[in-house]
């Protein structure tokens, strides 16, 4: 069945991107990269034990609340699901946020996970 929450395949509460002083930091010094329907702003530091990691769909592209945190429910589990090719392309110490910046509405997971790991492979 699942994981869980032991191994590789977990979001843990760490990994997750929420203080303002590293959110400010991440946008004021990180780099942006835009491939397909994401879009990843990242900030390499050696300040953070772990990478952390957080996504954001613009409210002026989805108005409506349950558009928005299904596109960021399906952000996470490809994320979650594709640790090790994250931790490939961007190391695992650091700062990022990935943006859904296309107006459509993806169909699917499958949908997300391939604009997930294309941005990944243009990375390496």
């Not at 994401?38 to 002026?60: C, D, F, H, N, W």
């Not at 409506?64 to 090719?85: F, P």
């Not at 110490?93 to 107006?103: A, E, L, R, T």
Request: hydrophobic fraction near 35%; include cysteine; charge should be positive.
């Amino acid at each position: 069945m699942t994981d869980s929450g032991t191994g590789d395949t977990c979001y843990p509460r760490a990994e997750k991107l929420k203080s303002k002083r590293e959110l400010d930091l991440l946008f004021d010094k990180g780099k942006w990269k835009t491939v397909g329907n994401m879009r990843i702003v990242t900030y390499s530091t050696a300040e953070l034990p772990q990478a952390k990691i957080g996504v954001s769909v613009s409210k002026r592209n989805f108005k409506k609340a349950v558009h928005r945190n299904r596109i960021k429910r399906l952000l996470r589990e490809a994320y979650r699901l594709n640790k090790s090719s994250f931790t490939e392309a961007f190391g695992t110490s650091g700062i990022s946020m990935i943006f859904w910046v296309s107006s459509t509405m993806p169909k699917n997971y499958d949908e997300v996970k391939e604009a997930f790991l294309k941005l990944c492979q243009t990375k390496k």
